[in-house]
């Protein structure tokens, strides 16, 4: 197949369990799909929950939801400035640049809608809980059922919410398959007989209940096969929603480390000014006097950059992309890697291990494992699994009926009924979790 029939597939306006919608001049399926990820409950949520700093006082702070936003905003450019040569490249007809840039920046902005509470913090909980729980033993399990729990994972999260979650009439969101696929970093299950090298198998993107939902994404895109049936090569434009990640939550997250204290002013407009290069205006630099906003001058030249070395390096081996060789960050291949390292040096070593970070993830652990607790012991009594007391019987009540099965009862599946209650637990917002938790153990009582 020629690279225009191959990137005409990969850009399947499909909608899968909906059919194929063609939008309008005006408003494309890939601009409809950016609208519902914005009208959801699950994409408000994100405004509590941690980027970096959990629970911060700050109004300057980043939250998952402004993240999310400057990171579709930077897919946006950097999937256009991609689109335009792609197009002149291989004569692509009835697409616009703007239709990459679409795409990209629908799936950044969902990129995190998965995340559980106090960021990844929250994912290390609820895997801990999960293998020391007794529950997995407890149920007759498959080897992969069993490692969606004990690998759990906020991407898979994720593709759940989006395809099945929210609008569960629908079912889910009924994004388009071009859409699907470019949110989905890591296209494969929880277990493999084999373990996948490259950075698109270092995490798994839907587990065994959705398996089958990502399956037709892929058919539909035309996705490489690495495992026939199970797993597969990313999306091209994966690899710039990556970027987008990248590129925002490191120089963010320094601007933001700068502002709270943790990191010296001057310390970060060095970082940023090497990122940045030869784009910075010295004059320009020099007549800004107050450091927040030098900081901000240099954030937006380093990201400008980032940007244009990653096209670089994307548009430099696309054909190794198209066929599923290449799997690196494209920065990694690029000039600003030497000076990126730098600042996630620096990241590693005082903003990501800054002690109000600390304390408030470590405490995640209790909250997240206590509620984790509190209703799988609800369901599994209901089920057969234990004493059914007055409090499981409250729990119950407690639970929400869309993690519930028929009849407003907990499914028979144990593998569906867990899932459902880590799917409740990893929907709340930080502020949320800790006011039920409060509550259910009997520290804040309701007025």
């Not at 729990?149 to 906020?154: H, L, P």
């Not at 009849?407 to 899932?419: A, E, I, N, S, T």
Request: glycine share 8%; with cysteine.
């Amino acid at each position: 197949m020629g690279k225009r029939k191959i990137w005409e597939k990969l850009l399947s306006a499909e909608r899968p369990g909906a059919g194929k919608t063609l939008g309008s001049p005006e408003r494309t399926a890939f601009q409809q799909d950016y609208d519902r990820i914005v009208f959801t409950s699950a994409f408000r949520r994100l405004k509590d929950k941690t980027q970096v700093f959990p629970l911060s006082k700050s109004d300057y702070v980043r939250t998952r939801l402004t993240h999310s936003l400057e990171a579709s905003c930077v897919g946006r450019s950097l999937g256009a400035v991609v689109g335009r040569e792609i197009i002149a490249r291989h004569g692509l007809q009835q697409v616009e640049s703007g239709d990459f840039g679409a795409i990209v920046a629908a799936a950044c902005l969902a990129h995190d809608i998965g995340n559980p509470p106090f960021g990844h913090a929250g994912e290390d909980a609820i895997r801990e809980w999960f293998r020391n729980s007794g529950l997995l033993d407890r149920h007759p399990f498959s080897p992969a059922q069993r490692a969606d729990f004990e690998r759990y994972e906020g991407n898979a999260q994720g593709f759940r919410i989006v395809t099945r979650l929210q609008s569960p009439a629908n079912p889910g969101l009924q994004l388009t398959s071009a859409v699907l696929a470019t949110f989905t970093k890591y296209p494969r299950p929880s277990a493999l007989d084999v373990e996948l090298d490259g950075k698109s198998g270092k995490k798994f993107g839907f587990f065994q209940h959705d398996a089958e939902s990502f399956s037709a994404v892929a058919a539909s895109t035309g996705l490489v096969e690495r495992i026939p049936g199970m797993a597969w090569r990313r999306h091209p434009l994966a690899f710039l929603v990556e970027v987008a990640d990248d590129t925002c939550y490191l120089i963010v997250d320094l601007e933001d480390a700068a502002k709270l204290g943790f990191v010296p002013y001057r310390d970060a407009e060095c970082l940023l000014g090497e990122l940045a290069g030869s784009s910075v205006s010295g004059c320009r630099l020099e007549r800004l006097h107050d450091p927040k906003e030098r900081l901000e001058y240099l954030r937006a030249k380093a990201i400008g950059r980032l940007l244009e070395s990653a096209a670089a390096v994307f548009l430099e081996n696309e054909a190794t992309i198209l066929d599923g060789q290449f799997d690196n960050d494209l920065l990694d291949k690029s000039p600003v890697a030497v000076p990126l390292q730098a600042v996630l040096k620096l990241a590693k070593e005082t903003i990501y291990t800054a002690r109000p970070a600390l304390e408030i993830e470590t405490a995640g652990f209790e909250v997240l494992g206590a509620l984790l607790g509190l209703f799988t012991s609800a369901v599994e009594a209901a089920t057969g699994f234990g004493r059914m007391t007055t409090r499981e019987r409250m729990l119950l009540r407690l639970l929400p009926s869309q993690f519930l099965g028929y009849g407003g009862q907990p499914d028979p599946d144990p593998y569906v009924r867990l899932l459902q209650i880590a799917d409740f637990v990893a929907g709340m917002t930080d502020s949320y979790a800790v006011d039920l938790y409060r509550k259910l153990k009997g520290f804040d009582l309701p007025a």
